[in-house]
């Protein structure tokens, strides 16, 4: 059974080496880019050779941080690097097929995460559960080893912690993390510019999107349960690049005695992507997603499963129902 190590043994492995592959899960959200570039750039500021990979890219809504040109899909061919390392994914397999290959000739795996789903897949592992994002471990990691934070990090990093806490409302956000904020608007981070970046600048087919999805919002269970569908064509007829669906569904998590939002997205190929979000912890998500193949918190968690969509959605809703 592999076991946690402490952040300064971490450091030994990001001293000893020189050429990095830095990755985060498929379907990359605010905390996946943000812990990618937060500490890929402070190892870049030290001399080291950084690779950034993701295997949908760079979701166009996080363009604005600064490096994050640097997020490329992996290469075909695997490059000659000492160590790989996964943040903010919960399993090997969220990495994508296509980074596990390109890491191939690795010398080490390190996992860095917060996910209490993980199974410590890394070789060494770093995984704490009470964080409310990996860019908040990935800031601590920097603090500790005394690592350099660009303004490139800064910036990262805040909006990773920001977008994993719904803007530090939820109740994973501790003491520790507001002193993380304090420290970066102290080290010159604009927290009006950065915040209007992260949550005013949406394009106007989200909104199109919302409409279509409020279109088909039902509430179960005596009002306990909101959930609502997002079909395939959309897609297409309304030009939705993946990551437009992002956080819409705290807009059904806020609905007064909701307990648990559920949004059932139908991907290309067939395959039902479910986001689940609980108000309540007596109703655990990740231990209702972890029964279908998924993961992530007990507040929020996902799993990608086989469709149709109503055979996904009838076997979700009663294991939930079961839970209430
Ligand atoms: P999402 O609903 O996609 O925002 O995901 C909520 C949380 O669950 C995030 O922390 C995800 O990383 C995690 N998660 C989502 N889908 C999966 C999955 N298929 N397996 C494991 N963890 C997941
Ligand atoms: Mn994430
Ligand atoms: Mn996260």
């Known amino acids: 059974m592999n076991e946690n190590v402490s952040i300064a043994e971490l450091g030994t492995w990001l001293e000893k080496y020189q050429t ?19 500490l890929g750039l402070s190892l870049e500021a030290m001399g080291k050779t950084v690779h950034y990979w993701n295997v949908d890219g760079l979701p166009e809504s996080l363009a604005f941080l600064a490096g994050s040109e640097k997020i490329t899909k992996p290469p075909e061919e695997a490059p000659e690097i000492d160590v790989a390392i996964a943040l903010d994914t919960a399993t090997r397999v969220r990495l994508g097929e296509e980074n596990l290959l390109a890491a191939a000739k690795a010398k ?61 409302q939820y109740d994973s956000t501790t003491a520790k993390t507001y002193r ?22 949406h394009p106007y087919r989200r909104i199109e999107l919302l409409r279509a999805l409020l279109n088909t919002l039902e509430l179960s269970a005596c009002g306990k349960v909101a959930h609502w569908q997002m079909l395939d064509q959309w897609r297409e007829d309304l030009a939705l690049q993946p990551d437009d669906s992002e956080g819409l569904i705290d807009m059904i998590r806020a609905i007064r005695g909701v307990q648990v939002a559920v949004f059932f997205e139908e991907l290309p190929g067939g395959k039902i992507r479910v986001s689940m979000r ?21 507040l929020a968690a996902g799993i990608r499963m086989a469709g149709p969509m109503s055979v996904a959605k009838q076997q979700v809703l009663a294991a939930i129902d079961e839970v209430l």
Not at 180 to 201: C, P, Q
Not at 280 to 297: E, K, Y
Request: hydrophobic fraction near 40%; aromatic fraction near 8%.
């Open 20 to 38: 990095f592959a830095l990755m985060s899960h498929m379907r990359p959200d605010g905390d996946a880019i943000g812990s990618q570039l937060g």
């Open 108 to 168: 080490v795996w390190l996992n860095i995460d917060h996910h209490i789903s993980n199974p410590l897949y890394g070789d060494v592992n770093y995984v704490d559960a009470t964080s409310p994002a990996t860019g908040q471990i990935v800031y601590e990691i920097l603090q500790q080893l005394q690592m350099p934070l660009p303004a490139g990090s800064r910036d990262a990093i805040y909006v990773a912690v920001s977008t994993d806490t719904g803007s530090f």
């Open 180 to 201: 993380m904020a304090a420290d970066l608007v102290d080290r010159g981070l604009k927290v009006g510019e950065i915040n209007a970046k992260t949550y005013d600048s």
């Open 278 to 298: 609980s108000k309540d912890r007596s109703v655990n998500v990740c231990d209702i997603a972890t029964r279908f193949g998924g993961g992530g918190h007990a």
